[in-house]
Every structure is written in structure tokens, then in C-alpha cells.
């Protein structure tokens, strides 16, 4: 096993103190696994939670900060965190203001952060929850009962964020943050499988020369293995499944992202045959984002989530933010 660790059973813990050293701006409790912007609370502003397994770095503890999320919560790798880390955090960032979960449709992830919302109410923080499940490959997968929640979880936390931190209410974050989830779709694609420390090999199998469409986040197979695809093929592929799902009636966010071992020179590339097809297809982009945000650990690969919006959506994608995986207008 070629890892750059020391152990497995200490992965999390020194990534967070690693964390905490690169990020004086966040607050970084290692036992507790709870990432908290340095500022929280902040006064008049709903708080942003977020969180889960670890593994899939950028997210979500790359994204704390003003303008995005007020808190993280990473559990062991690929493992949902538990209800008192997120309580924990509810406790950390409130102001009074209420307190919005985002949460990624995992059944682990979904009975958590439930958990942990019953919790915060009995401390008197009001808890709102917003679930996202975009992608398109699968329904009932192995991790979950109906879709999954990938990409899109960056947009409806970037978006989210933005209103919050204009000092929007509650009810109305909660509401722009699921508008973001029902108008966004992702699909991915694997070229290879990850390995997580603990198992020490890959999570599937993927002979020489095939890739496996429709994966998910956490290492599991997609809903269909093909003999190697060009980069146009595969970007055919993946837009065709969305815009089968939803037919874009507005400009669309596109996110190209990476699995976590796909170089920038290929995501790029991938990325030009993706805006080729849009543009084929009559579809208007709006904005464009290309990189590794929404990760599963050494997977090769890559994700397309198109997102529709409008003014209002657009603007607050436009926001300033400030977080170690996306920062811009600060």
C-alpha cells in the first residue's frame, strides 16, 4: 500500500491537525472532529453545517469559511459523522439566527444529522436540513435509499452560504438551498477505483482497458461498465444522462470535477468537450468551475453537475468567499 501516512487508524486526526496548521483562519478540534470558522459565531447570520465521511477532501472542511459553510464535521473515511459532532458544531456557530444541515443523501449521513437536529433543538437552536440527491446514475445504491448526494452539494453550500451571509432568515436559506437541489443533476465517471487506508487495495474491481459509468463518492461500482471511451464519448455520456433528467429551461453552473487522481490537464479537456456538447445542445452556461472539489480519495475519474439558475442564483454563486478549497471577490 503506497500512502503518504503514518497509519490508518490515525488518517483523520492527522489531516485535521495538518488542517489546523495550514488554516489559522479555522478553529480545528481533532478529537471532537469539528472544523468552525475562527469568527463564529457570527451575529445575525444562520449558521451553515455540513459533513461526512472523510475522504473526499476539498469537501466538506475545505469549505468553511465566510461566504460558505460555518462548520464541518468529518467522520472516519467514507463513514458518516456522529449526532454529537454536528450538535457539537450547532452549539458553536449559532446566533441565534437558526442553524441550516446540509446533508448529502447517504442513509448514515441522513439518521445522523437527524439525530444530531433533535439534539440542538433540546439545547433551543432552531434546525432546518437540507438534502441533496442530484445524481442521475443510480437509485438505491448500495449507501443509500434513493439518489445520491455529489456535486451539487458544492453549489447548494456556496449559494446557501452567500444568502446567509447577506443576513437572510432561516426559512428563506433553507428554501434558496433546496431550489439549488431540485435544479441541479450530476453523473460520474470512474477510470479507476479508489483505495481507502484501512482496506489497503481497491474497492472494486476495474480490469485494464474499462471504466465504470455512473459511480458514486464513496468507491462504490456505477450502473454500467464499458470498454475505454475518449474524452468526448464519456462527455456525451454524462450530459446526455443529465439533460435526460432535466431539460435546462435557464443558463446552467457546470461543475467538472475531479475524483481526486484526474490531473488538471485532463479535467480541462474534459471540460472542452463538455461546453462542445452544451453548446451543441442550445444550453446557455453561466459559469464554469473545473477542478478536484468533491473527491473520492486516489479514484481516477471524473463528475459533471449542471446546475440551472437564475439572476438571484447567479449573483449569490458570484458572492464573495473565503475558504481553503474556493475563494473569490475577498
Known sequence: MRMLINVPETVVADALRGM???HPELTVDVENRVIVRRDAPVAGQVALIS???SGHEPLHGGFVGPGMLSAACPGEVFTSPVPDQMARAAAAVDSGAGVLFIVKNYTGDVLNFDMAAEL???EGIQVAKVLVNDDVAVTDSLYTAGRRGTGATLFVEKIAGAAAAEGQPLERVEAIGRQVNENARSFGVALSACTTPSKGSPTFDLPDGELELGIGIHGEPGRERRA??????????AVHAI???????KPVLVLVNGMGATPLLELYGFNAEVQRLLTDLGVTVARTLVGNYVTS?????ASVTLCQVDEELLRLWDAPVK??????GM
Open 243 to 249: 439533460l435526460e433528467d432535466m431539460p435546462p429551461h
Open 228 to 237: 475505454m471511451m475518449t474524452s468526448g464519448e464519456i462527455a456525451d455520456f
Open 51 to 53: 459533513g461526512g465521511g
Open 20 to 22: 489546523a496548521a495550514a
Open 120 to 122: 440542538a433543538e433540546d
Open 323 to 328: 475558504t481553503p478549497g474556493l475563494r473569490w
Open 297 to 301: 480519495l486516489d479514484m481516477a475519474g
